[in-house]
């Protein structure tokens, strides 16, 4: 609903507003020769200055409009002398769960152990005999874990050579993951030659893995196959180049 002053809303102030600016409007847009818009500006003036004085004009609300009042909560009714006296020096809960627990019997304390039944207080009971004390059993000896199973089943041996063929062995060493220690071990199994380790198939690279001592799986890790098959068509590799300049042996 819109607000009344002195007997005229704010809606019938808008309305004699816009009229008085649509009379204007019109007067000079069609009477006095003004364009449109000088016209349209003159108009919105004029409704502007006649609602504000049809707005401050009758200034007041309307009689007989009362204000309502804002509800407030009630105050909190005092607490007497004699009340907050109490309050002030009444016992905590701690204060009064320790009073409490004074009072009760140790048996039914919370958390108290029960008293053994049977027995008198002051009593002491007499201490086991040896005969009666019960022997833990003997901790059952640990089972060693059983070893490895060997790795010369595995797989199939590869030809060797008794020694090396006319002009020397191979530096195998030119392989990477091959050192003297593993060269020397090579050796002794009867492996010589770059074509030697090229040939080796799946079931060859299988049965040296397992029987390499102390470098088992050395083969299939470092690829020996692919680089022998380069080494043994008189390529090189970048290792067998470092290896050849000295810079790793």
């Known amino acids: 609903m819109a607000q009344e002053r002195n007997g005229m809303s704010r809606n019938t102030m808008l309305v004699v507003a816009g009229v008085a600016g649509a009379v204007v409007l019109v ?21 502007v200055v006649v609602y504000l004085i049809l707005f401050y004009g009758f200034g007041g609300p309307v009689e007989g409009e009362v204000a309502h009042p804002v509800d407030r909560p009630a105050p909190a009714p005092a607490t007497s002398e004699a009340e907050a006296e109490h309050i002030l020096h009444a016992p905590s809960d701690d204060e009064a769960y320790d009073e409490d627990y ?14 053994p039944a049977g027995e008198t207080p002051g009593e002491t009971p007499a201490a086991e005999s040896p005969a009666e004390a019960p022997v833990a059993p003997a ?27 006319a002009g020397g062995p191979d530096n195998l060493k030119e392989i990477k993951g091959v050192g003297p220690k593993l060269e020397t071990q090579l050796n002794e199994m009867g492996i010589y030659h770059f074509d030697q380790i090229a040939a080796w198939g799946p079931a ?43 810079e790793v042996y």
């Open 27 to 47: 007067a000079f847009w069609l009477l006095a020769a003004y364009g449109f818009f000088g016209a349209l500006v003159l108009g919105v003036i004029v409704a």
């Open 204 to 246: 060859e690279v299988a049965w040296m893995d397992g029987n390499l001592k102390g470098f088992r799986g050395r083969v299939s890790r470092d690829d020996w196959v692919a680089q022998a098959r380069i080494l043994a068509g008189g390529g090189d590799t970048e290792f067998s180049s470092r290896v050849d300049k000295g």
């Open 102 to 115: 004074e009072e009760m019997a140790p048996a039914t304390r919370p958390g108290a152990a029960p008293e």
């Open 139 to 165: 901790a059952p000896a640990p089972t060693p874990a059983p070893a490895p199973a060997p790795a010369d089943g595995d797989g199939t041996k590869p030809p060797t050579l008794d020694a090396a063929r």
